[in-house]
């Protein structure tokens, strides 16, 4: 099942071609079909126990595929596919008649696979791998309207942080996984004890925190996710609220057991979660646009997650799992009411909408239902998440003023856009507004309606729910008791509060909008223009970096190479004490004395040759001494190739050298000889003594028996070279082949240069360098 979205994806253009619109009915069948099957192990994981499975995929690297299903991965698994059956269906409308609408159900359908593929892996590369899928398909949702800059920027802005971090969680994984010798998380689960003892594990657990802030949009990493609502809506409704950031969020849940009892994760994520909820309800509070104002609160429920999770004692992550799975219900059916609105009002600027309730009747009963559920209004699933965080944070510190701050903020975010939108007098809209088509109408209003149906059946809700969630983030059953009835306690005053001070701010919402944005603008700096300066800084950086490692000049980048190969040989050797001992100098007879002779006299006449031409030639005679050397010991195969290397190497130099406009002689100054020289003899000496230290090594012969064995066996070839060249090793050699092919033909190309002129069509400042180089 996990893979049916898959092949929805490669099915949904075709489908849309045929189909139109109605095609989603038929596509949202591959999230939905999947659905049925999660819901039903809903008995088995209510019971306590998982259910897991996999396949052996890539076993030599430890990437078998193993997933398993508990209370928190099935939870969460359902919500993407729920809620990914109904956008499915959303977009069929709200993208009717789009040239992309195939593309666009496809990425969705893409992303519901990757995200599933987060929650339901235990292995730990697998996890990683999805992870960074996540990210990619979501950059192809937000960025999908690429022809607008303001999408690209979203796009690519929430690539680079949810990938970067990404890249910081991978390295934190293979950390855990080095000190427990584990690939999964079920192992780093049962070996957290040995984790939270070893050395490092303070820089695994900060590796691993900035991979979940900043795809679940933690302070600072959180300006990357308003800015993602230049997708459509169907993403802000999908990835934006009910998945994609929570996945941040499912990782810290599934990784409590390991690092829940260290000092770190107890002051981390109450501090980031507790500042990212009050700055993103802050935020909430000055936008205007619809979109904004829910991206801004989901923002802020994020880190009201995070600080639960972090302050992690048993009510806590309690009050955590219940508002998770309130949340994806009743954000979801706002922003996909936001979409309604604006796509049948034709705007979402809340200042220029106003008494819509008459002309959209059911859009405004679910908006209203929708924020009683955001706002903690008693006999929604919404009251029971804040009465659990309530009980939570009774201590009266400083994280329960942060929570009934931040949740009157979002109180008065979400029936503004309830009440202001759709009460009052009627505002002319851009289009004659009406309720949508039944495509359009279906996900808002089911999952409003069911933030009030499972609060009505708390039995049920936390027996198959709640509790298994629970269950699983803390490692022992636990029961959940809180009903959607209001009793008199502590946690209801609070409740009680949080409704009186939510209802001032949207009483007076004009006014403090306005002076949040005068704040702001005192403020002026934030991580929005950080990001753009690291950016840019960057990209100034590396041409810099570029212009300082390519100036242009042949000279500089050989002397570069070979300056590294002398260090990268000689000092090991001299560092670590491998320098190898003297060597014996065998017997020599007559005539291979003679040709180790020629060779040191062709090498003398390259350095005191007058001519270029002069200098080739002698080094030509030098490299056939070598080859008749390599004949002489019983190599004719290699004897064979030097003799062919150094003629083409002859004769091509030589071509060239007549072509191209070249001093005939060497007009170096002495400082320049004496420099190259130094770097020559280096690479001579490093080369010689790194051969030497090779062979006073025991020689391994696993190889040669190997090929000795198999070459005629297999390879059906009497000759061991020739078939490790043409079989064993075919395919490199075919890249040599290659190699050499693409190195004639940029002979050839020098051969035929003709300098073309330079025309300055514009004023760069750094034409003349080039034109010189």
Known sequence: MLFAPLLGAALSPLLVRAMGHNAAWILALFLFVPFLVFAGHL??????????????????????????????????????????????????????????????????????FSMLGVVVSDNLLMLFIYWELTSITSFLLIGFDHEREAARRGAYQ???????????????????????????????????????????????LVLVLLGAFTKSAQFPFHFWLPNAMEAPTPVSAFLHSATMVKAGVYLLMRLYPVFGEMDLWQTALPLFGGVTLLVGGFLALRQTDLKLMLAYTTVASLGLLVMLTGIGHEKAIEAAVLYLFAHALFKGALFMIAGVIDHEAGSRDITKLGGL??????????????????????????????????????????????????????????????????????????????????????GPVLLAIMGLVVALVPTELHQFISSPMATAVLGAPTHVEITAIPHISLPFLLSILTIVLGAVILLFLDRVRTAAARLLEIIGWGPDRGFDQIVSGTVRGAWH?????????????????????????????????????????????????????????????VLIARSRITAIVALGIQGFAIAVLYLLFGAPDLSFTQFMVETLSVVILALIMTRLRLDVTDRRPPSHVLFDGTIAIAC??????????????????????????????????????????????????????????????????LIRLRAAPVTKTFNDPDLEERERI
């Open 545 to 605: 970096l570029t212009r300082f490692l390519q100036p242009g000049r042949l000279e500089i980048y050989l002397t570069v190479v070979f300056i590294v190969i002398a260090l990268s040989l000689l000092w090991p050797l001299f560092a670590f004490g491998e320098l190898p001992a003297w060597p014996s100098w065998p017997a020599l007879q007559i005539h291979e004395a003679a040709f180790m002779l020629i060779a040191v006299i062709g090498l003398v006449a």
């Open 684 to 749: 001579g000496v490093g080369f010689a003594l790194f051969l030497l230290r090779a062979v006073e090594i025991p020689f391994n012969t696993e190889l040669t028996e190997f090929f000795s064995q198999y070459s005629k066996v297999v390879a059906h070839g009497a000759n061991v070279v020739n078939v490790i060249i043409v079989d064993f090793r075919g395919t490199d050699t075919l890249g040599e082949i290659a190699v050499v092919t693409i190195t004639c033909l940029a002979i050839l190309a």
């Open 357 to 442: 309730g008459r002309a959209m009747p059911i859009t405004f009963a679910a908006a209203l239902i929708a924020a009683c559920s955001m706002g903690g209004i008693p006999f929604f699933a919404g009251f029971m998440a804040k009465e659990e965080i309530y009980a939570a944070l009774a201590t009266g510190n400083l994280a329960m003023i942060a929570a009934i701050t931040g949740n009157a903020m979002m109180f008065a975010i979400g029936f503004a856009i309830a009440l202001k939108v759709f009460m009052g007098a009627a505002v002319e809209t851009p289009k004659h507004a009406h309720d949508g088509p039944v495509l359009l109408m279906a």
């Open 158 to 204: 929430a690539l680079l942080v949810t990938g970067g971090g990404g890249l910081c969680l991978l390295a934190g994984l293979l950390m855990l996984g080095q000190m427990t010798g584990a690939n999964s998380v079920s192992g780093l689960i049962a070996g957290g004890a040995a984790i939270r003892e070893h050395y490092l594990v303070e820089a695994a």
């Open 43 to 112: 008995d088995t994981v209510a019971t306590g126990n998982a259910i897991t499975g996999g396949f052996a995929w890539a076993p030599t690297f430890g990437a078998d595929f193993i997933w398993k299903l508990d209370g928190l991965s099935l939870t969460f698994a359902m919500l993407i596919s729920g809620i990914g059956t109904l956008i499915v269906l959303y977009s069929g409308a709200y993208l009717k008649g789009h040239p992309g609408q195939g593309r666009f159900v496809a990425f969705i359908l893409m992303f519901s």
